[in-house]
């Protein structure tokens, strides 16, 4: 087999990691500001200590191209909560 095929299929996995914990990152992310907003103070610790604490983790037991894609799809998160949401057809009626 050669090397080259080696060497994409190596690319291709760095490239499939970093997407996976960027979407991870994102879906991490909503689920943590969805709940956080409708929770208790004490469910709003939980879940704050937890984030951080997997970010943590990840930085530290990952690499630092897998990191930054999880603290990008978080980010992205965190951007994609405080848009204007759309009325539902509900609200219009009313």
Same mark, same amino acid.
């Given at each position: ?13 760095? #490239? /499939?990691? =970093? +997407? ?7 879906? @991490? *992310?909503? %689920?943590? $500001?969805?709940?956080?907003? !409708? ?14 604490? #997997? /970010?943590? =983790? +990840? ?7 897998? @990191? *930054?894609? %999880?603290? $990008?799809?978080?980010?992205? !998160? ?17």
């Amino acid at each position: 087999m050669p090397p080259v095929i080696g060497e994409v299929t190596h690319f291709l996995g760095f #490239l /499939l990691r =970093a +997407l996976g914990f960027l979407v991870f990152g994102l879906g @991490a *992310g909503r %689920f943590v $500001l969805d709940n956080f907003k !409708a929770s208790a103070w004490q469910v709003q610790i939980a879940l704050a200590l937890g984030f951080f604490g #997997l /970010l943590i =983790a +990840l930085t530290n037991f990952s690499t630092a191209g897998s @990191a *930054g894609a %999880f603290a $990008l799809g978080a980010g992205a !998160a965190y951007f994609m909560s405080m848009l204007p949401t759309k009325a539902t057809d509900d609200t219009k009626k009313k």
